[in-house]
Nanobody
Framework: HVQLVESGGGLVQPGGSLRLSCAASGVSDNNCMAWFRQAPGKERERVSVICAGITETYYADSVKGRFTISQDNPKNTVYLRMNSLNPGDAAMYYC??????????????????????????WGQGTQVTVS
């Protein structure tokens, strides 16, 4: 079965950096992997998406230029490198995946970031605190 396990969260000072990891098991090579985040009292928001076979990636405007998503296929792991963190980045960060999307679906997800409903499998989250 599909399992996503996030790690790498923690407490960091403003301006600091963290690298989140999402270890995936039971997933196909053809997938889209995403990071979402949810702060207390706020809706879950998409942060970044990467899809197999698609060069482009998606970033929310609020993180462009500061966050970088990458994928290590042999390890089935997706990373989110977060630089210049500010208190607005504090949230629970979730990894999610959609398996076997069509090319058209991948392009739509990358263009618009995807919706929560686009991703069938979710991890438990890792907490990021900026203070």
């Amino acid at each position: 079965h599909v399992q996503l396990v996030e790690s790498g969260g923690g407490l960091v000072q403003p301006g600091g950096s963290l690298r989140l990891s999402c270890a995936a098991s039971g997933v196909s090579d053809n997938n889209c992997m995403a990071w979402f985040r949810q702060a207390p009292g706020k809706e879950r928001e998409r942060v970044s998406v990467i899809c197999a076979g698609i060069t482009e990636t998606y970033y929310a405007d609020s993180v462009k230029g500061r966050f970088t998503i990458s994928q290590d296929n042999p390890k089935n792991t997706v990373y989110l490198r977060m630089n210049s963190l500010n208190p607005g980045d504090a949230a629970m960060y979730y990894c999610a995946t959609r398996l076997n999307p069509t090319t058209a679906t991948k392009r739509r997800i990358i263009a618009y970031g995807g919706r929560e409903i686009d991703f069938a499998y979710w991890g438990q989250g890792t907490q990021v605190t900026v203070s």
